[in-house]
T-cell receptor, first 114, second 114 residues
Framework: AQSVAQPEDQVNVAEGNPLTVKCTYS??????LFWYVQYPNRGLQFLLK??????LVKGSYGFEAEFNKSQTSFHLKKPSALVSDSALYFC????????????FGPGTRLSVLP | DAGITQSPRHKVTETGTPVTLRCHQT?????MYWYRQDPGHGLRLIHY???????DKGEVSDGYSVSRSKTEDFLLTLESATSSQTSVYFC?????????????FGPGTRLLVL
């Protein structure tokens, strides 16, 4: 069975510093990997995805994520955090041969301190 | 929110009462999903639909039923609401082809069962 882990419930970072939100996954075969962000009282917004090709994926709002097959990880990064990046972040996986269904991680709350 | 609306946005109901949540999309996407979001669990799939009158169960389908009589509408019904069904419910659609599909989410419905 596929699963997604986000080992940190909470990440705190100072504004202007680089940020990393971690994600590891377990899936049979090759996965499609996604990051979503959720602001208070809103639905999830798509940030970026890895399908194939370059292991470094660039997405919305200056975010990027690095796919590491050997470590089964897909960490979300941003070179310089903004206070407005404070939100709940979800990693998700969809197996290549698993139909349309996604599996989501539990979420990581990012707080960027001014 | 990707042309997806959910109604109602908030609802308070009593245990044992039937409840129906509606998801409406405007772009004729084939796949639609219902998730629930609970702290520490991320999003968990309740049911999904791959076409009119074609639905299937997700991870946490007990106590829920769905119907899709038109492409644009996907209804989630709690036949007899319980306090454990207090949650935030999100509808999603799947967009794209050839394995690169991405899910986009509605704004959510906050349900409180007393």
């Amino acid at each position: 069975a596929q699963s997604v882990a986000q080992p940190e419930d909470q990440v705190n970072v100072a504004e202007g510093n680089p940020l990393t939100v971690k994600c590891t996954y377990s899936v049979s075969g090759n996965p499609y990997l996604f990051w979503y962000v959720q602001y208070p009282n809103r639905g999830l917004q798509f940030l970026l995805k890895y399908i194939t090709g370059d292991n470094l994926v660039k997405g919305s709002y200056g975010f990027e994520a690095e796919f590491n097959k050997s470590q089964t990880s897909f960490h979300l990064k941003k070179p310089s955090a903004l206070v407005s990046d404070s939100a709940l972040y979800f990693c998700a996986v969809r197996p290549l041969l698993g139909g349309q269904n996604f599996v989501f991680g539990p979420g990581t709350r990012l707080s960027v301190l001014p | 929110d990707a042309g997806i609306t959910q109604s109602p946005r908030h609802k308070v109901t009593e245990t044992g009462t039937p409840v129906t949540l509606r998801c409406h999309q405007t772009e004729n996407h084939r796949y639609m999903y219902w998730y629930r979001q609970d702290p520490g669990h991320g999003l968990r799939l309740i049911h999904y639909s791959y076409g009119v009158k074609d639905t299937d169960k997700g991870e946490v389908s007990d106590g829920y039923s769905v119907s899709r009589s038109k492409t644009e509408d996907f209804l989630l019904t709690l036949e007899s609401a319980t306090s454990s069904q207090t949650s935030v419910y999100f509808c999603a659609i799947s967009v794209g082809l050839g394995g690169a599909e991405t899910q986009y989410f509605g704004p959510g419905t906050r349900l409180l069962v007393l």
